[in-house]
């Protein structure tokens, strides 16, 4: 559909271009052209790509939720759930979704990265089963921590994290 409507809005334009060719634009071969996706768009492009380019079969999702519902039935093991990760990950950095990479300038993200990398490390070392963050997502997970968080607080600190 987006096609169609830029090939409406270009035969448009030729029709309303004078036949001088003075004050032409042209565009260089080596300009490459960027995709912009909407937000709410977002879960319908992951689903995309998960099933185009790493074989799934996820059905179209209503929005964000239903798709956090549907990935979080795909995995039957610790190795399934990993790959699927790794896919998510995948699917994410390469159409730039849920990034916040755009206010942060790349010195900062490194940063942020490595400082989470230590954290989890020092929670594993102390008993927390926690996952690696991603560069996509630089952040440390413990949403899957069985723990409550009284236990946990004490434990961040001792890693050296402070709110």
């Given at each position: 559909m987006k096609k169609i409507n830029i090939l409406i809005f270009i035969t448009f334009l030729g029709f309303c271009s004078s036949p001088n060719q003075e004050g032409i634009v042209s565009i260089s071969d080596n300009t490459t052209?960027?995709?912009?996706?909407?937000?709410?768009?977002?879960?319908?492009?992951?689903?995309?790509c998960l099933n185009e380019e790493m074989g799934y079969n996820i059905a179209t999702p209503?929005?964000?939720?239903?798709?956090?519902?549907?990935?979080?039935?795909?995995?039957?093991?610790?190795?399934?759930?990993?790959?699927?990760?790794?896919?998510?990950?995948?699917c994410i950095s390469k159409y730039n979704l849920w990034s916040d990479s755009s206010?942060?300038?790349?010195?900062?993200?490194?940063?942020?990265?490595?400082?989470?990398?230590?954290?989890?490390?020092c929670l594993r070392e102390?008993?927390?089963?926690?996952?690696?963050?991603s560069q996509q997502e630089p952040k440390v997970d413990l949403s899957r921590l069985k723990e409550s968080k009284d236990d946990i607080?004490?434990?961040?600190?001792?890693?050296?994290?402070?709110?």
């Amino acid at each position: 559909m987006k096609k169609i409507n830029i090939l409406i809005f270009i035969t448009f334009l030729g029709f309303c271009s004078s036949p001088n060719q003075e004050g032409i634009v042209s565009i260089s071969d080596n300009t490459t052209p960027t995709l912009t996706i909407n937000e709410e768009d977002y879960p319908i492009v992951l689903t995309q790509c998960l099933n185009e380019e790493m074989g799934y079969n996820i059905a179209t999702p209503f929005d964000i939720q239903d798709l956090k519902t549907t990935i979080s039935q795909l995995s039957n093991s610790k190795d399934e759930e990993n790959q699927l990760r790794e896919d998510v990950d995948y699917c994410i950095s390469k159409y730039n979704l849920w990034s916040d990479s755009s206010s942060l300038n790349p010195e900062e993200l490194a940063k942020i990265y490595d400082e989470n990398l230590e954290l989890a490390k020092c929670l594993r070392e102390k008993g927390l089963n926690v996952p690696d963050p991603s560069q996509q997502e630089p952040k440390v997970d413990l949403s899957r921590l069985k723990e409550s968080k009284d236990d946990i607080m004490p434990l961040l600190q001792e890693c050296g994290w402070q709110k």
